[in-house]
């Protein structure tokens, strides 16, 4: 299986994984066209809470792991879950709570990115 079919796969995964626990305002960032970016694919969603931000979170390594055989290479922010970041080496994961993605605005760090917004 070709790598871009492999990661297409990923992606489409952890976006279920999200959906699956009601996750909100899911957005899939192609950075594979921006020079020095952390991954080729950035994904973000936002939870309403401590509990379900770890529960999105939860819900996607489980599902990654249980359908695709494959597990973060780094994973940051499950001690107090404000936000949880699940590192796929191509494709980075960030779970936040909506008033700290608000406060943050990651959106509007890869304005030359193709975005793609999930409709839940």
């Known amino acids: 299986m070709s790598k871009t079919i492999e990661k297409q796969l990923l992606i489409d995964k952890i976006v279920d ?15 594979s066209k921006i020079e020095n970016s952390v991954a080729e694919t ?5 939870g309403n809470s401590n509990t379900q931000v770890s ?6 390594e ?4 249980n359908d695709l055989q494959d597990r973060p290479w780094h994973v940051e922010g499950t001690e107090n879950a404000m936000w949880v ?3 796929y080496v191509s494709v980075v994961v960030h779970v936040f709570q909506r008033s700290i993605r608000e406060y943050y605005e990651i959106e509007e760090l890869w304005g030359d990115a ?7």
């Open 114 to 120: 193709q975005i793609t917004k999930i409709e839940n």
């Open 17 to 31: 994984a999200i959906q699956d626990t009601k996750g909100e305002d899911i957005m899939v960032f192609d950075l």
């Open 42 to 46: 950035f994904i973000i969603c936002s």
């Open 85 to 87: 970041l699940l590192d």
């Open 55 to 60: 529960a999105i979170a939860g819900n996607i």
């Open 62 to 65: 489980k599902k990654v792991r």
